[in-house]
């Protein structure tokens, strides 16, 4: 073998290496991704139930329903679809109907969503990038002077 077979063949073979151990992260990660839909999303795609996903959107007015202890139940809305939420804790202070709120959780069998954290925005300025950008496809967004306020994760 000369010296430029054997230099080919370890680059050959460190790139193999590279990208098995690619691969293998890869697929080692794919549980813990976690993408952003909204309730349109949800309803025009075929996504299996349990699986993890965000929601994010709009707390639809007069949806909010606390039946007893730290359960609470509400509907996320983009103006195109609604999907009915349940969450069992302790929701932000800033939470309430009519504002963007982002829900990290699984679907269910039933068409609704388990969350088991829930991002609402902090101040009348803010809204995580992804609804808001949502919320502009379906025209929900209200332009205000604040727009440049979007803050990027």
């Given at each position: 073998?000369?010296?430029?077979?054997?230099?080919?063949?370890?680059?050959?073979?460190?790139?193999?290496?590279?990208?098995t151990a690619l691969g293998?992260?890869?697929?080692?990660?794919?549980?813990?991704?976690?993408?952003?839909?909204?309730?349109?999303?949800?309803?025009?795609?075929?996504?299996?139930?349990?699986?993890?996903?965000?929601?994010?959107?709009?707390?639809?007015?007069?949806?909010?329903?606390?039946?007893?202890?730290?359960?609470?139940?509400?509907?996320?809305?983009?103006?195109?679809?609604?999907?009915?939420?349940?969450?069992?804790?302790?929701?932000?202070?800033?939470?309430?109907?009519?504002?963007?709120?982002?829900?990290?959780?699984?679907?269910?069998?039933?068409?609704?969503?388990?969350?088991?954290?829930?991002?609402?925005?902090?101040?009348?300025?803010?809204?995580?990038?992804?609804?808001?950008?949502?919320?502009?496809?379906?025209?929900?967004?209200?332009?205000?002077?604040?727009?440049?306020?979007?803050?990027?994760?």
């Amino acid at each position: 073998m000369t010296r430029k077979q054997r230099r080919l063949t370890l680059i050959a073979g460190g790139l193999a290496i590279l990208g098995t151990a690619l691969g293998l992260v890869l697929f080692a990660m794919r549980d813990t991704m976690v993408f952003f839909r909204s309730p349109a999303d949800i309803a025009a795609m075929n996504i299996t139930p349990g699986t993890r996903l965000r929601l994010g959107g709009l707390v639809k007015q007069g949806s909010v329903e606390k039946p007893g202890g730290q359960t609470i139940r509400f509907v996320v809305t983009d103006g195109a679809g609604d999907i009915s939420v349940r969450y069992t804790g302790l929701v932000p202070d800033l939470f309430r109907e009519g504002q963007g709120v982002v829900t990290e959780g699984v679907l269910m069998p039933d068409g609704g969503f388990a969350a088991d954290s829930i991002l609402a925005k902090h101040d009348e300025n803010y809204m995580p990038r992804e609804v808001a950008d949502a919320l502009k496809e379906k025209g929900l967004w209200q332009h205000t002077e604040s727009d440049d306020a979007v803050v990027t994760q």
